[in-house]
T-cell receptor, first 112, second 120 residues
Framework: SAVISQKPSRDICQRGTSLTIQCQVDSQVTMMFWYRQQPGQSLTLIATANQGSEATYESGFVIDKFPISRPNLTFSTLTVSNMSPEDSSIYLC?????????FGPGTRLTVT | AQKVTQAQTEISVVEKEDVTLDCVYE???????LFWYKQPPSGELVFLIR??????QNEISGRYSWNFQKSTSSFNFTITASQVVDSAVYFCALSEAGRGSNFGNEKLTFGTGTRLTIIP
């Protein structure tokens, strides 16, 4: 299985600020994915991050709010910008290994 | 558009009972993949199984088994002799088969999850 780590594991932030979440994979992968899981809800894909190109955002998510970087084949960051309480969620990154998609442990974000 | 339905929001069973979690999917693709994940209270997502649309054989792994039926677009998950450690939220997910440069890098569409509680 792929080993995926995320930093920070949790954070409490004030509204209006931004938080950058880091995701590290233990081997090179072509694509990485960022998901959001709002409290008590399922997972929703935010965007797909391909190394060397702009991230592809799903409907309802925009780059100004969730800028993503993908500087190399093992690392990606997601920034949650200008946060509001509605952004309180778990943010998870994932990557595929031999067709099996693995997830990081998630970042629990609380916005006050 | 793809869709995954997990009609059972919550299930509670007494330890050692068998329990089946239902998953119904919709897709227009002829090639696709189905997944099950476990999310224990700690929050991490644990990969359980991936199935491609051309393989309808049932799968068994220890106390876990999966029944894939294309005729009813279902991919149900059964836990035999349940244990307290099985208590978690279980998600079924679907992805279309990637093509070309996207092969093996498919994004997932998740169901809403089933919260399973095993009562000691």
């Amino acid at each position: 299985s792929a080993v995926i780590s995320q930093k920070p594991s949790r954070d409490i932030c004030q509204r209006g600020t931004s938080l950058t979440i880091q995701c590290q994979v233990d081997s090179q992968v072509t694509m990485m994915f960022w998901y959001r899981q709002q409290p008590g809800q399922s997972l929703t894909l935010i965007a797909t991050a391909n190394q060397g190109s702009e991230a592809t955002y799903e409907s309802g998510f925009v780059i100004d709010k969730f800028p993503i970087s993908r500087p190399n084949l093992t690392f990606s960051t997601l920034t949650v910008s200008n946060m509001s309480p509605e952004d309180s969620s778990i943010y998870l990154c994932s990557a595929n290994r031999v067709g099996e998609q693995y997830f990081g442990p998630g970042t629990r974000l609380t916005v006050t | 558009a793809q869709k995954v339905t997990q009609a059972q929001t919550e299930i509670s069973v007494v330890e050692k009972e068998d329990v089946t979690l239902d998953c119904v999917y919709e897709t227009r693709d002829t090639t696709y993949y189905l997944f099950w994940y476990k999310q224990p209270p700690s929050g991490e997502l644990v990969f359980l199984i991936r199935r491609n649309s051309f393989d309808e054989q049932n799968e068994i792994s220890g106390r876990y088994s999966w029944n894939f039926q294309k005729s009813t677009s279902s991919f149900n998950f059964t836990i035999t002799a349940s244990q307290v450690v099985d208590s978690a939220v279980y998600f079924c997910a679907l992805s279309e088969a990637g093509r070309g440069s996207n092969f093996g890098n498919e994004k997932l569409t998740f169901g809403t999850g089933t919260r399973l509680t095993i009562i000691p």
